[in-house]
T-cell receptor, first 112, second 112 residues
Framework: KAGVTQTPRYLIKTRGQQVTLSCSPI?????VSWYQQTPGQGLQFLFE???????NKGNFPGRFSGRQFSNSRSEMNVSTLELGDSALYLC???????????FGQGTRLTVV | SQQGEEDPQALSIQEGENATMNCSYK?????LQWYRQNSGRGLVHLIL?????REKHSGRLRVTLDTSKKSSSLLITASRAADTASYFC????????????FGSGTQLTVLP
């Protein structure tokens, strides 16, 4: 069974640009969550999608947005990038509400 | 904050020794998950223990959960150099939506 796939693995963007990250969950998983990991703040929850609906959102500015498609694949978008957005962005998928959450390898975003 | 807090923050042991990491959390949980992260990579799911379970094993891993003390521990027996990683606990308080909260982790170093 294929794991959670995140693309791209690495990205370098310039301040002010926007970026879209993609996450393909494990087949059959309908819940997809996104997390940001930085050395200073650690792992922080961004948002969670289930059946194309955002069910929960963390404490991030509106520049961070996401969506989920009918095949459960999810994208997150960050607009007007700031230097502080440099981080490892992790996606996790799970089958059900109380099931194990499996993470992808992450996308390393560097904003210069 | 509802995140789990791992203790100790750093642990250094010799290969072959056992490693014990602890996690404390604040409120009632549905389950608690343990993850491993090798430097800059994605999180690898280790074990999920449900709130009605007290102990769970997986290979060289043993996880305990004490809901009365709101704490969990992860024991790695006969450690190997490849176990060197950061270990995170993620208490799952999920209600209607999925959101895992993470502490700063325990950095385990296994010396050959």
């Amino acid at each position: 069974k294929a794991g959670v796939t995140q693309t791209p693995r690495y990205l370098i963007k310039t301040r002010g640009q926007q970026v879209t990250l993609s996450c393909s969950p494990i087949s059959g998983h309908r819940s997809v969550s996104w997390y940001q990991q930085t050395p200073g703040q650690g792992l922080q929850f961004l948002f969670e999608y289930f059946s194309e609906t955002q069910r929960n959102k963390g404490n991030f500015p509106g520049r961070f947005s996401g969506r989920q498609f009918s095949n459960s694949r999810s994208e997150m978008n960050v607009s007007t990038l700031e230097l502080g957005d440099s981080a490892l962005y992790l996606c996790a998928s799970s089958f059900g509400q109380y099931a194990e959450a499996f993470f992808g390898q992450g996308t390393r975003l560097t904003v210069v | 904050s509802q995140q789990g807090e791992e203790d100790p923050q750093a642990l250094s042991i010799q290969e072959g020794e056992n490693a014990t990491m602890n996690c404390s959390y604040k409120t009632s949980i549905n389950n608690l998950q343990w993850y491993r992260q090798n430097s800059g990579r994605g999180l690898v799911h280790l074990i999920l223990i449900r709130s009605n379970e007290r102990e769970k094993h997986s290979g060289r891993l043993r996880v305990t959960l004490d809901t009365s003390k709101k704490s969990s521990s992860l024991l790695i027996t006969a450690s190997r150099a490849a176990d060197t990683a950061s270990y995170f606990c993620a208490p799952d308080y999920s209600g209607s939506a999925r959101q895992l909260t993470f502490g700063s982790g325990t950095q385990l170093t296994v010396l050959p």
